[in-house]
Nanobody, 113 residues
Framework: VQLVESGGGLVEAGGSLRLSCAASGFFFRANVMAWYRQAPGKQRELVATITSTFTTTYTDSVKGRFTISRDNAKSMVYLQMNSLKAEDTAIYYC????????WGQGTQVTVSS
């Protein structure tokens, strides 16, 4: 199993970033995929999920700003993040909705206020 996140960076508040996650080594289509984040000094939290048929859920703090998507043919998961806030600063990870796969290294998102 391998999950490789990319697309993070430093952005000003109000800006946008698009994260990508390349998945391999497991049956991607069978998994509800998710994005998580971990801010400094805080526990990892679930940000968004997406089923293989593209039903999505979001934590309240990102609703209306973030959009999760997936490409089943390419085994990719994406997170479009708009109207970024300083409190979105964290390391972002993808995994399945149970967090049951081996964690990747994550991608750092830093939002300056």
């Amino acid at each position: 199993v391998q999950l490789v996140e990319s697309g993070g960076g430093l952005v000003e508040a109000g800006g946008s970033l698009r994260l990508s996650c390349a998945a391999s080594g497991f049956f991607f289509r069978a998994n509800v995929m998710a994005w998580y984040r971990q801010a400094p000094g805080k526990q990892r939290e679930l940000v968004a999920t997406i089923t293989s048929t593209f039903t999505t859920t979001y934590t309240d703090s990102v609703k209306g700003r973030f959009t999760i998507s997936r490409d089943n043919a390419k085994s990719m998961v994406y997170l479009q993040m708009n109207s970024l806030k300083a409190e979105d600063t964290a390391i972002y990870y993808c995994n399945n909705a149970r967090g049951g796969l081996s964690w990747g290294q994550g991608t750092q998102v830093t939002v300056s206020s």
